[in-house]
């Protein structure tokens, strides 16, 4: 049976108005009170352009908004699906019966989802599962047949690589060009996609100016707007406006990474109708008459689109190492060029042993924001054997160079940026007279060589070490004395005879001990040392106890720093891991059905953060859950397979290592 269904709208404000030919399947099931009608976009169906499939839900109530997900028998890679949304329509009157009041009111659920093919074929599409809460209601599956679409010789597609080796942590210029020879104006939609936008991290996209032109490109993360150019080309006797923008990847590792072609879709207008006022048409009224037309809304609208594509040529991104011959101590994965190492102390004068702050800046134009600092003893740098250097990795802050700003350098120009590292070193030898140089090295991709910089000398004056003496300890003078304590003294005269002198009168001072003459050689002997009149066992006790106390501080000051040094993004995407190893050992305690479907959306959640990691296992686990799930004999629940549990324990802990 077939009904005509409410149009909607499938491509934007300027597209045309798409039937759904409304298909009410007889083996429809509905849970409980819930009835579903199912309806599909008008055919014909294409490649890459998302197919929409429409559910009319009766039965679920206001909140919370339901969830449909498509549970196939086995799993097709060239078949992708998503919920595009879902839209509460709230039907409420006032009845009246037998005198009495009643309120009645119904509540229909539209959602919306959209399939997409990545190859052409006949396509068995679902079935579906539509859930609220304990509510669910179960869709056959549809029959879809999606074609390619059609080339267009109006339009080229390109994506321009770098033509020299690529190295890990570098930034990539990548540069994507729409050719088009054909009228702007029958454009309704372009939609431009590569696996390359996909599969590699990105550099944050620069906001395009107010007015300027922009090139949307499709990614998993959504649609992307990019800053572009647009410039006139003649190729093969024809004119095309060519449309250009530059994003810089960054190459995470090595390795060959095969890339699909880059494709451009377009859905242009092949004809078009005029909106009539409703004053009549304006182009009979003469002069005037066409600004008469916009000022009352005359537009046109197109009676009939067109879909068309371009292709690029396949293509290989290939991330070399860092080559071995000739790497110099001070390299620490810097790649650019251009670098260059600062550095400056707090103090110049100091005794041997005294603490001396470093702060050391690097510029240049390449991967700043990871660079790290390498061994201040590098390449001939501070001697370990005349200089105390940190042991640790150090942590550095990334800055803007106040230099460049100053100078007024043009958006487009690449700007050198900053990196500032601060460290504490102590000099052991009072013949050192400066800091020496330090090295510092980074790789050009450019000419494929190390290049090593070095920082000036910063002169030192080092005196010895200050040592404290018995007789260099001043007692405290008593109070009311001018710096001595005064008491009265006893002298003897040249007659021998005792003579008594008496300075003002005053209470008597404290007691002046000198240690003149003590012996305070260094006591070898720990017995002697620790010897305590309250007892040994406490004078051993309380130094261990304090001891044990401080490295315990020490030591969590240290794992907290690698903490914090940790990249936040590695450590997000380790948490989620942990999280989906997590539902998958408590989904083994559930019932069958349930625990299949947990494991199942736990497994396709790790291929979607690290799509890299066993994708042929994890599809294979993922098709074995959704046949156990939907399977009718699960409707005796015996348990989940302890070794498909297993099997998914074990993927994900492979999906941890490669975090």
């Not at 409304?22 to 849970?31: N, S």
């Not at 390359?196 to 906001?207: N, T, V």
């Not at 005359?298 to 009939?304: E, F």
């Not at 030591?555 to 891991?577: E, F, W």
Request: charged share 25%.
């Amino acid at each position: 049976m077939f009904r005509v269904h409410p149009v909607f709208r499938l491509y934007g404000k300027a597209g045309p108005l798409v039937a759904l030919a409304l298909v009410l399947a007889p083996g429809l099931l509905a849970a409980e009170d819930v009835r579903v009608e199912v309806a599909r976009q008008e055919p014909p169906y294409y490649v890459g352009e998302p197919a929409v499939i429409q559910f009319t839900v009766e039965g679920f109530d206001e909140q919370p908004q339901p969830t449909c997900e498509m549970v196939p028998e086995k799993t097709v890679k060239a078949l992708r699906g998503q919920m595009a949304g879902a839209s509460p329509s709230v039907f409420s009157q006032i009845i009246q019966r037998n005198g009495q009041l009643y309120q009645a009111k119904s509540i229909t659920y539209r959602i919306d989802y959209l399939v997409t093919a990545d190859q052409p074929g006949d396509y068995t599409i679902g079935p579906f599962v539509i859930r609220q809460r304990k509510k669910e209601a179960r869709v056959q599956a549809l029959s879809m047949a999606f074609q390619a679409v059609p080339d267009d010789p109006d339009m080229r597609i390109r994506l321009i690589l770098p033509d020299k080796p690529v190295y890990p942590d570098q930034r990539v210029p990548v540069r994507i060009e729409w050719w088009y020879a054909g009228d702007f104006e029958d454009i309704l939609k372009l939609r431009i996609h590569s696996p390359l936008f996909d599969q590699f991290r990105f550099a944050p996209d620069p906001q395009p100016a107010r007015g300027s032109s922009r090139l949307p490109i499709e990614t998993k993360e959504g649609s992307l707007a990019l800053a572009a150019e647009a410039r006139e080309e003649e190729s093969d006797g024809r004119r095309f406006t060519v449309v250009s923008a530059t994003r810089t990847l960054i190459a995470e590792r090595a390795g060959e990474f095969p890339l699909a072609p880059i494709t451009a879709t377009v859905r242009k207008a092949t004809g078009w109708a005029r909106s009539r006022s409703p004053f009549g048409d304006p182009g009979d009224s003469g002069f005037g008459g066409s600004l008469f037309g916009d000022l009352m809304g005359d537009r046109r609208r197109p009676a009939s689109t067109a879909l068309v594509r371009a292709g690029g040529e396949p293509q290989k991104l290939v991330v070399r190492p860092f080559p071995l011959e000739g790497r110099p101590e001070s390299f620490a994965g810097a790649v650019g060029k251009g670098f260059s190492i600062d550095v400056a102390a707090d103090r110049t004068v100091v005794r041997v042993g005294d603490p001396i702050g470093l702060t050391i800046t690097l510029r240049g134009a390449g991967n700043i924001d990871n660079a790290s600092l390498p061994p201040l003893s590098a390449d001939g740098g501070m001697s370990p054997q005349r200089f105390r250097l940190p042991a640790d990795d150090i942590a550095g802050t990334t800055t803007v160079d106040g230099e460049q700003e100053k100078l007024g350098v043009p958006e487009k120009q690449s700007i050198v940026r900053g990196k500032q590292f601060r460290v504490s070193v102590r000099v052991c030898d009072e013949s050192v007279s400066e800091i020496p140089p330090l090295a510092y090295s980074w790789f050009d991709p450019e000419s494929g060589t190390y290049q090593t910089t070095r920082s000036k000398p910063i002169a030192l004056r080092v005196m010895p070490a200050k040592v404290v003496s018995a007789d260099d300890v001043v007692a405290s003078p008593a109070p009311g004395t001018a710096g001595s304590p005064v008491s009265p003294k006893n002298r003897a005269s040249s007659s021998g005879k005792s003579e008594s002198t008496s300075v003002a009168m005053a209470p008597s001072a404290p007691p002046v001990f000198s240690l003149s003459g003590a012996d305070l050689a260094i006591e070898p002997s720990a017995a002697v040392v620790l010897r305590n009149s309250t007892g040994r066992f406490r004078g051993v006790v309380l130094p261990a106890v304090v001891y044990g106390a401080g490295l315990l501080l020490l030591t969590a000051a240290v794992i907290d720093r690698r903490r914090r040094n940790v990249d936040p993004v590695l450590t997000a995407r380790r948490k989620k891991v942990r999280q989906q190893q997590t539902k998958i050992a408590h989904a083994s305690k559930l019932a069958t059905a349930q625990a299949a479907e947990e494991i199942a959306a736990a497994v396709r959640a790790l291929l979607a953060e690290l799509p890299d990691v066993d994708r042929d296992e994890a599809e294979a686990v993922i098709a074995a859950c959704e046949s156990v799930a939907y399977a009718p004999e699960n409707s005796a629940d015996r348990g989940l397979d302890p070794a498909l549990v297993q099997r998914a324990q074990a993927l994900a802990a492979r999906f941890q290592e490669a975090t």
